[in-house]
């Protein structure tokens, strides 16, 4: 079962489900809110891999939709030298971030939290909070960018195709997708993750 709170978490960023250009195109469209923290790193034993340092960003999302929805979030880190990032599975890094940032509350992946539909927030009280965590691991490539995104997919059923003559066949699908601006100073040999500061607003876009 999904596990739910109602009190929220210090530091958390809140992004409301804002309309965009393209919703219009989609009937009974719906979008949930996502509260997030800047990524942080963590070292941790990986299986066969031995000891990494690998980036995680803390999450959690409330459904105020109306209906209890299913989401299959995907957060993909994009690098300013374009290099691309999808987050990952890692057991034993997840419970390293759990024992860090708070042992009462477990956090889903992106797929333990796909198992159950996220509830409906109560309209009075404290909002149902589904907490979760992202990862990436890029070793070098992700530690010397100076800049990055986070595309999060998942969170809305809004899609559109884009047709044209060559994609008659075989049209595009972009997704409503929310993203995220970071910026990064510092040097990859002192990581220090107090460096990571939000470099913009958060927008909707497709894509």
């Not at 034993?45 to 995680?56: A, C, S, T």
């Not at 909002?127 to 070793?139: K, M, Q, R, S, T």
């Not at 040097?187 to 927008?203: H, L, M, V, Y």
């Amino acid at each position: 079962m999904i596990a739910l709170y109602g009190d929220g978490p210090f530091n958390f960023n809140a992004v409301q489900p804002n309309p965009t250009d393209g919703d219009q195109r989609v009937p009974d469209i719906w979008t949930l809110s996502l509260n997030y923290r800047t990524p942080r790193f963590i070292m941790v034993d990986i299986p066969g891999k031995g000891r990494r340092l690998v980036w995680y960003m803390r999450y959690y999302i409330i459904n105020n939709s109306g209906k209890p929805r299913h989401v299959i979030p995907k957060f993909t880190l994009v690098t300013d030298k374009g290099d691309v990032f999808e987050d990952i599975i890692l057991p034993s890094a997840q419970r390293a971030v759990v024992l860090r940032e708070d042992p009462t509350k477990p956090l889903h992946n992106s797929v333990t939290i796909a198992k159950d539909q996220i509830p409906v927030t109560p309209t009075e009280g404290s909002p149902l909070e589904i907490h979760g965590v992202a990862f990436w691991e890029g070793g070098e490539k992700l530690m010397s960018a100076k800049s990055f995104e986070i595309f999060v997919t998942g969170l809305s059923n809004g899609y559109v195709k884009v047709e044209g003559e060559q994609k008659a066949d075989d049209p595009e699908m972009l997704r409503k997708t929310l993203r995220l601006p970071f910026t990064k100073p510092g040097d990859i040999f002192n990581p220090d993750a107090k460096e990571i500061r939000i470099s913009g607003s958060p927008s909707w876009i497709y894509r």
